[in-house]
């Protein structure tokens, strides 16, 4: 019986640190995107995933649309927004 009574608290043990190594964080960075993303506005200086710095010229519900420094437009997933570029950054 003190078998299975380690056994099980083994596995709680583990499920517990998966928790809170794997889960967690994963929620977090969906929850930080999330409000990211919902925040964006035409103007905003952005970098996505892919590396492309630009400003936002204008959005819908699902795509943006930016304007990088040579002029071109480019229309992309709103969800490939990495982040804002500091104010202070060029």
């Given at each position: 019986?003190?078998?299975?009574?380690?056994?099980?608290?083994?596995?709680?043990?583990?499920?517990?640190?998966?928790?809170?190594?794997?889960i967690?964080?994963?929620?977090?960075?969906?929850?930080?995107?999330a409000?990211?993303?919902?925040?964006?506005?035409?103007?905003?200086?952005?970098?996505?995933?892919?590396g492309?710095?630009?400003?936002?010229?204008?959005?819908?519900?699902?795509?943006?649309?930016?304007?990088?420094?040579?002029?071109?437009?480019?229309?992309?997933?709103?969800?490939?927004?990495?982040?804002?570029?500091?104010?202070?950054?060029?």
């Amino acid at each position: 019986m003190s078998n299975n009574l380690i056994t099980f608290g083994f596995l709680g043990l583990m499920f517990v640190a998966f928790y809170f190594l794997l889960i967690r964080p994963q929620r977090k960075r969906q929850q930080q995107q999330a409000e990211l993303t919902s925040s964006l506005k035409p103007g905003d200086r952005v970098i996505t995933y892919s590396g492309i710095y630009g400003t936002i010229e204008s959005m819908d519900e699902d795509t943006i649309v930016i304007k990088v420094e040579s002029g071109t437009t480019i229309r992309m997933a709103r969800a490939a927004v990495a982040q804002k570029q500091p104010e202070s950054s060029k």
